[in-house]
Antibody
């Protein structure tokens, strides 16, 4: 079955960096767009970034563009999110999510990881 | 950006009774290809969100048929025909017609009376 396992979260100070990873299995990684979606404590869901199935296209929400970089490694079926210049408002659980349909502009989020907590605090 | 607005914010329900949640978008979610890009997600307490409904009315694999979605344009509804205790959690609608960004509603918390 589809498995998405995030790692790399932790407590960091403002202005520093963190790299999240998502190890995937149970599906053909290279055929699906992948997202990062975050959720601050007690708040709703917020799309962060997406990368196309072939890595050709990436999009970011305005508040993270220029600070975050989404990437993927098809040799290891792993998704990454490099987060630089972190701010307190980036504090959230970050979910790795598979996009659907495969090989097309993704319009649904059909499988979610368990999330990894990022806390930005001095 | 398209704004998604859900109502109610909180919904107390009685097991065995029906329930419905409304979602409205600030612009039409009808794409030029004829599809309407509106999804519903459920986040059960302590769990990650899961896809319930895509393209307005298509149940995701494994979703019970007591869940149904309907609507068009800017007005959408998620219905639960007979609520069960396991249906508690926060329900989110999401639009994907005009992306990026993918935008979610603020959520509707369903709890047992």
């Amino acid at each position: 079955q589809v498995q998405l396992v995030e790692s790399g979260g932790g407590v960091v100070q403002p202005g520093t960096s963190l790299r999240l990873s998502c190890t995937t299995s149970g599906f053909t990684f290279s055929r699906y767009a992948m997202y990062w979606v975050r959720q601050a404590s007690g708040k709703g869901l917020e799309w962060v970034a997406v990368i196309w199935h072939d890595g050709s296209t990436t999009y970011y929400r305005d508040s993270v563009r220029g600070r975050f970089t989404i990437s993927r490694d098809s040799s290891t079926n792993t998704l990454h999110l490099q987060m630089n210049s972190l701010r307190a408002e980036d504090t959230a659980v970050y979910y790795c999510v598979r996009g659907f349909p495969e090989t097309q502009w993704p319009t649904s989020l059909d499988s979610w990881g368990q999330g990894t907590l990022v806390t930005v605090s001095s | 950006d398209i704004v998604m607005t859900q109502s109610p914010v909180s919904l107390p329900v009685t097991p065995g009774e029906p329930a419905s949640i409304s979602c409205r978008s600030s612009e039409s979610l009808l794409h030029g290809n004829g599809n309407t890009y509106l999804d519903w997600y459920l986040q059960k307490p302590g769990h990650s969100p899961q896809l319930l409904i895509y393209l307005v009315s298509n149940r995701a694999p494994g979703v019970p048929d007591r869940f149904s979605g309907s609507g068009s344009g800017t007005d959408f509804t998620l219905r639960i025909s007979r609520v069960e205790a396991e249906d508690v959690g926060v329900y989110y609608c999401m639009q994907a017609v005009q992306t990026p960004p993918w935008t979610f509603g603020q959520g509707t918390k369903v709890e047992i009376k």
